[in-house]
Every structure is written in C-alpha cells, then in structure tokens.
C-alpha cells in the first residue's frame, strides 16, 4: 500500500529556466530568452525581455530593412537636415565607437535633426528607433514623424539614466505621404546613434540601410554634369543623356544649394513632361529620386529647373542619371564619354607627351583606387568579376610602362589607347549594374513575422449556406498543419471558420498552402469578417497571403478567419498560419502550448505525478527530450531536440499522440496509418519486405528474384535437373470425419517445378478438401481449397530449393449416430507412385551480369554480358525472318534468318521463280535485281512460298537475279 509523502501544486521552472509566473517583472532578464507570464493583467500575457522593455510575445509585428541613409552618421550629417538652432555637431564616441550626433550647450531646446521626404505607405505600421545617451539630468528626447496634414506624430518622451546608452522608440501608423522624420531634443548634452525605421510595431537590433551597405551605380548618364553652375534664371542647366529609352526606370542623384521659398524641378522633353520636384532642403543638400521616362521621347535631355518661378539664385554642385531604380552613389563621377573625349584629345596624334601622361596618370590613379572596393562588394554579392578583372589586367600591363617615365614623350596607336580605357568603363559598368541589382534582390528577400497564432486546439467549424453537410478534417496526409474540405452542395459551396486566432485589434496576416483536386476554384479569404482577398486556386500548391487590419475584436464573436467558396470542390490547405502583422514569414509552429502548460498545474500523490509537460534537460541545462500530455500540441514524447524542434518535427526521436512519429532524425519515419518511409542503409539478413523474402545476396519471391551474383548460363536453364520421391504409405490416408494424407520431407536443392495428383473421398455430408504445401517453419508456401470431393486434381507448383511436405485433407460431417468415412490420397502426375520436382528454373530474375524471364525451353528471354542476348517463344515484335540471294537458275544462296528455308527457287517459265521459306501466310517480302535494266515484281504470296515475275524495261520476260527479304512476326 503507497504512503503519501506529500501533495502539492508545483512548478517545473527555476531561475536558469527563463520561463517565470507572476504579478511582478522577474529579476535580471536574459535578452531574447526570458519569458514572463504576466498574471496582473487578465488575460495573463506571455511576454519576452528585448533587452530594454517586456513585448508581448504574441503581439509582435514585423520589422527588418532600414529604411533611412546615413542612419549611424557615419557619412556626418549627410541628407538630415538640422532642426531648430544650428548646433548639431558630428563626434567621434557614438554607440559602437563610430561618429555620432552630439547637441551641445545650455538651453538648446528643440534642437536636432531631421530627414525630409520619408514616405510612409498608407495603412503599414512603422517603428522608428535610435540610440540615446545624456549626460545631464532630465534630459529628454523626442522622435516623431509628420503626416499628409502636417499633424505632428508626438513620438516617445523619455527621461533617461546618466551616461548610458539606452533605445527608444515610436510606433506609428503611416498614411501615404511624404514627409520628415524628426530626432528633437528636448535639453541639451545629448547623443544620438544608431537610428532606424523599419516596418512593424517593434524595435529591431540596428542594421544598416542599403544606401549604407553599398553605394554602387552603373555609369552616369549625363554628360559634362560635373562642373558647378549657378543660375537665378528658370530653367537653370539642360543636361545630356547619353543612352535614354522611354518608360525606363533610372535614379536622379543632384547636390544643389535651393533658395528660401524655391523647388528644384526635373523634367523631360523641354519641360514638358515632369520626373520629379524636390522640395528645398536646408543649405548644400543632396536630392536624388527613383524616376521612370515617358512613352515618348522628343530628345535625349533632363531639364533643371528653378521652381516655381526665376529671380531666386539657384547652385548646382553636379547631377548624375543612372539607369534602374538602384541606391545610388552620392558622390558625382563622370560619363565615360566625358573621359572618353579627354582621352581622344590625349591620344589622337600617337603620342603621349609628359602634360598628357600627367592627365592620363591622374585618371589611371582613379580607377586603381576604386578596384578594390569593387572586387570586395562583387564577392561579397557573388557576382562574378571574371571579365572586370580580366580587362583591368590587359589596362594595367598596357598603361604601366607608358607611365614609367613622365619628363619623355612616348609613341603610342591612340586607336588601342582609347580601346584599353573604354573597354575598362564598359566593364566596370557591367559589373557595378550586376552588383546593385543583387544588392536589392537581397534586401527584397528578407522575410521577418511574429508568432503562429493557429495551432490543433482551435476549433474547425465547417457548414454550407445551402444547408447540405460539408466536411472537413485536420492534418491529413496531404494538408499536414492544415486541413481539407469538401463541399456537398454544387451551387452553394461552403465556409470553414478557424475560431480564437485573432487576439486584438490591429493588422494581421493569414497565409497557407491551398489547392484542389480538379478544376479552377475560388476562394475568399476574411478576418472577423474583414474582407482580405479572393484567390484562384488549381490543382497545383499555391501560397495564399491575405492581410486585413481589424478593427472590431471582440472576445466572444470576432475573433475569427473565414474560408469560403460559392463552387462545388474539395480543397487542401497546408501550413496554415496566422500571425500579427502585415506580411507572413515561413511556416512555424505555435507556441501558445507553453503558456498553456506554464498555467497548468503539477500534483504529486505518493508515487504518482501528474503534469502537463515534462521536458528533460543535460547538464549544460538545455532541453534535450521530454513528455507532453496537452491535448493540443500532438506530441507524446520527443528526444534529441527542444520542444520547438518537437512541435516542427525536427527533433532526432518523435512519437505523436496520433501514432505517427520518426526515429534516427527522421529517416525513420510512419504516419497514423503505419506507412514507414525509410532513408539510408538497410542491413537485413531475412524477413520479407512487400511480399519478397530476404535471402543472401537476393531479394526474392516465387517467380521473382533480385540477386547480386551473376544469372545463371542459358545452357544450365535449358538442361533441367529432375529429383525423384518414392510412393510411401502415408501418400493414402482412410479415417472418420477427416483423412489427412501427407509425404515425406521433399528436399530440393534447386527451384524446381512439382506436379502431383490429389483425389478425395467421402460418404458424409458437407463434404470438403483442402491441399497444403508446408516449409520447415510451418510456413503455407501454397494451399487450395474447395467444397465437395475431387478426382486426380492436377497441381503444377514453382518451389524455391528447400524442404518442403505435401499434404491433402478430406473432411465432412455425419448425422449421429452414423459415421462418415473419408480418405485422401496423393500421387504423382505422370506416375502415381512417383513425385517428380523438375529443375526447370521458371521465374524471372535480375542478376549482377545481365537478366532473364525463363518459363519452358521454349519461352524464355535471355539477356548476359557473356552471351548476348536471345529470345524463343512467340512474340508481336516485327522483324526479319529470312534473306538470300537467288540466281538465274533458281541457285538458292547467301541466306539467312530463322524462317528461311535453304531449298532453290522453282524455275517455271522465263523469269518466273517461286521463293520457298519458313515464315507462313502473313508476312511482308522486299526484293531487289541484281542486274541492270530488270525490274523484279512479287507477283503472289502464297504459304512458305511467293512467285517473283523479272521483266526488262520493255516489259518483256528474262532470265535473271535478284535479291529478297521477309519480314514478320517471329
């Protein structure tokens, strides 16, 4: 009998298991790992520490790109703009010991920065964050962004802690348009570092913008755009474009200085057709824009203009046109026609005097130094640099030792001078549009997302507006973390809602893998019913996102995805999620069952302990199996992994409560019906797989064999081997109710093909029999059974080499008191008191040198690499059956085939010859003169026979020779 030792309510947590219940924050989180129920708040939250704050785990939205240039001031204070008095000042000591913004002095307030022309998409949640740190108390900082009506959105005011570096951030919702984003301090002796904005209601680890991680650009388009030019006139500088196409997309980058109360306009066509208007920004300042040609071009120039009217002075520094939507360079560099012309003026008398080699060094001197930093962000995008790094070779062997020396003239051929150097640009330019390009394929495929808030515990409801029965069911072979449906009412479809996915207000997304079975399909997709798309469906996966922003949650009803379609179809969905935020990541499990076990309870009643989830940890406390009895999560027990690898399938050793599971890291693996797939090496020495017994060196069944030894010789198939057995007394049996006759161990050391008679007799009612063949195990290889009596039934049976024992049974029943007698008795086929097993090898087999089907000696297919390959037996397989040659005398030679005969050809008057053969009444013959000017006609076909009638050109009869060929079946 137990003794109860203790009872209690426990739980399975310490201070190294990151996973704390409470009212109150836990002590000295870890970043990124602590989790924290928040039981003061109803209901509880799981939260997790970023590092500055507690996020609810559940509540996160994406984040990723940075979307502002300059971001951690190491280019100064490039493109921001100061705000408020002019006392923004660029230092050295910033977060990670780089450049940083510092507001100095004693009542600046409201000083700082701001980046102009930041738009925000309309409906897209933004974050924008930075790093802070005072040195005076009660310093505060403001971050802030101003909308379409020039409202500003009040950032954090936050009072921060001496000295050290602390992140603040602002989450706001953007509405289309274009406009400022401000960093304003609210004292003074402020730092600033590390600034982000980023889609998504959370603050991210900082990372550099693509304007920062690479600052590449194909060639610039605009020739003679390097000289500064000041203008108080309208139109201030007509640029030319060296290479312009119409609806292109290409990148404006100009460095002007714009008058208080003036724009800076960029047009095509004269002034017709407008690219972009830039609004002033303060002082020298650098505008650059994303702009795409018109549909029709009138030249092959962009016009700069002082907008909205002349008389303000306007200075242009440089402007530069690249092609493509790219993150543009910003500094200026020349057309390669520019260089092109200098180099033309340098070389066009072959010959480079010392002033010129002074030019050409100078240039020379600028494309060494800026191949490295080619190269590095080539490798560093695996973009190829094969042809770059070739032309810079053939540039470098060629203009070194023309530079050798710069007090002497040298002689030259300007025509390879000009090549050397444009070959250099055209390739550089290549490489630099193959790197940007890459460059923001890279940055396009980040993907970013918060929780999964679907899992097995949320309730499928399924029901048509037709009122017929749908159906559907969860996590099928073919919809795993999903399900699939079937409408049963042709005309009005049907609806699946997924209840308790949506936790509060705010934009969420739903995506999955969706396809039917046959046809075209449509399906919509709604968010307590907030429309969020209609989508296609066919008998190919398909990934679905719909995104909708909910506004109207309540906990009771609108909390729900909706499914639905208005056609008759069966439809599969897979990897189903739904999280918080506007664009889905990959597919992952949820981890709502933490929390639901973390609420749970432990009890202990003497030896018994009852809990929700056990997980194990080694000795370097990390989880490496456990035990889970939730009802939702579907798994029993897992090994070799943390929970989460359990609930998306990558721990080494796996069990679900629903039978399926994997061994060995999944290379074991069965699903709830016991399909077992395996991968890797398989070392059986016996058993049977899909019906084939294991045996050395083979795979094999009856008629069936796989082997890695050679095939046997066509000559041992064709000379079978016969094994006797002698009538003995137990072949005859005679009893009551039942006879059982039977042989004696009938060994073979070959396969081998036994024939034997059975007969049974009986004088009872419901007479029956029955024949057994029996191996050594006990095994039934054969058996045959039947109702009434038989008569020198005859058996024919393939037998593999072994032993085996025949046996034959007469039963029937009788009416008490009578008796009835039966009796059974086998014998053999050709004669009865003799069992013949002839070694005939009838079956088909896959050996290491080549293969057969071999049933008699005469039908079989035989292929080996000794032997070649041959065929006997009927087949449909045309071909030739017999060729020769035939003589003016009826000579019958040169023949050939397996239906000729090699008798002459009948001469039966001037040039007539009947043919014999072999190949029947159906059969197809060629024949051909061997003579000049004789025509050879087949002139009937007869059986084993065909006439030939040979004519001259004039029509007349003639001795003569020809040959012949029949085709057919063999």
Known sequence: ????????????????????????????????????????????????????????????????????????????INLWTVHGPDVVQSVTGGYDGGLCIYI????????????????????????????????????????????????????????????????????????????????????????????????????????????????????????????????????????????????????????????????????????????????????????????????????????????????????IKFACLYEGHISPPIDWSPAPEDMLLQLNDISDDNKLTPDEKQRALKEWESIQSEVSPIRTQADLFKVSRTIYDAVYSTLHSYITPLLSNLTTTSDIVGSTFRSRFNEYYTARTNLLLAISKQQMDNVDNIIVGGENLYNDSKELYVWSPGGSTPTIARNTTNTPNGFEFLSSDGGNGVDVRISNVIHGNGYYVVSFWAKVISGTHSINVDLADNFAGSFVLNTSWKRIEAIANVQNYTQTIYHFVDISTSSYMTCYVKDFQVQRGNKSTEYRKSTEFITQAIQGSTDINGGLVATHLLMLKNNSNSVTSGVSGLSSDNIGFWSGGTYSEALNGSANTLIRKDGSGHFAGGNINWDVSGNIAFRGFVDAIGGRIGGMTIQQNSLATLNLSFSDTPVESIASLLSPSTAYFYYQSTWFNSDM?????????????????????????????????????????????FADTGIGVITKKLYTINLRAGSYVLHAYSTSSAIIPLIALNSALIEGAFQSDLLQATGFVNQTKIGNNGLYSFWSNQLYLYFSSQTGFELKGPTNMPGVLASGSIDSSGAHTNYWGAKINTSNASYTATGIYDVPHRAGSVYQVMIQPTIDNVRAVVTSKGYNTFRVQLRTNSGSATLGSFDYVIFGDN
């Open 1 to 76: 009998m137990s003794k109860l030792v203790s009872t209690a309510q426990i739980t399975l947590t310490d201070q190294n298991d990151y996973i704390f219940t409470s009212s109150i924050p836990p002590a000295n989180p870890i970043t990124g790992l602590t989790l924290w129920i928040d039981t003061s708040i109803t209901p509880n939250h799981l939260k997790r520490w970023n590092g500055y704050d507690w996020e609810i785990v559940n509540d996160v939205k994406i984040g990723g790109t940075n979307l502002l240039p300059n971001s951690s001031f190491e280019d100064k």
């Open 104 to 315: 100095p002095g004693v009542g600046q307030v409201n000083a700082g920065l701001y980046l102009p022309h930041v738009t925000c998409e309309t409906g897209q949640v933004y974050t924008f964050s930075c790093m802070v740190k005072v040195v005076s108390v009660g310093i505060r900082v403001s971050l802030g962004w101003r909308d379409s009506y020039n409202s500003s959105i009040q950032g954090q005011l936050a009072s921060l802690p001496l000295n050290t570096w602390r992140k603040v951030n602002v989450t706001f919702m953007g509405d289309g348009s274009t406009a400022p984003i401000y960093l304003i301090s609210t004292g003074y002796n402020l730092y600033i570092d590390h600034v982000k904005l980023e889609k998504g209601n959370t603050a991210t680890d900082w990372s550099p913008s693509p304007h920062d991680t690479i600052k590449i650009a194909g060639r610039n388009l605009l020739t003679n755009s390097g000289m500064p030019i000041t203008s108080s006139a309208y139109l201030v500088k007509e640029y030319q474009v060296t290479s312009l196409s119409v609806n292109e997309k290409y990148t404006i980058v100009i460095k002007a200085i714009v008058a208080i109360g003036q724009m800076l306009g960029v047009y095509w066509n004269g002034g017709f057709n407008l690219a972009k208007i830039f609004n002033r920004q303060e002082g020298e300042s650098l505008y650059y824009a994303h702009i795409t040609s018109p549909n029709s071009l009138t030249s092959n120039s962009l016009w700069v203009y002082n907008l909205p009217n002349s008389g303000a002075q306007m200075t």
């Open 737 to 781: 109710n039942t006879a059982h006759a039977y042989t004696q161990q009938l060994y073979l050391t070959i396969d081998a093909q036994i024939s034997f008679k059975v007969t049974t007799t009986s004088d009872g009612d419901a007479k029956r029999w029955r024949v057994e063949i029996i191996n050594p195990d006990s095994q039934i290889v």
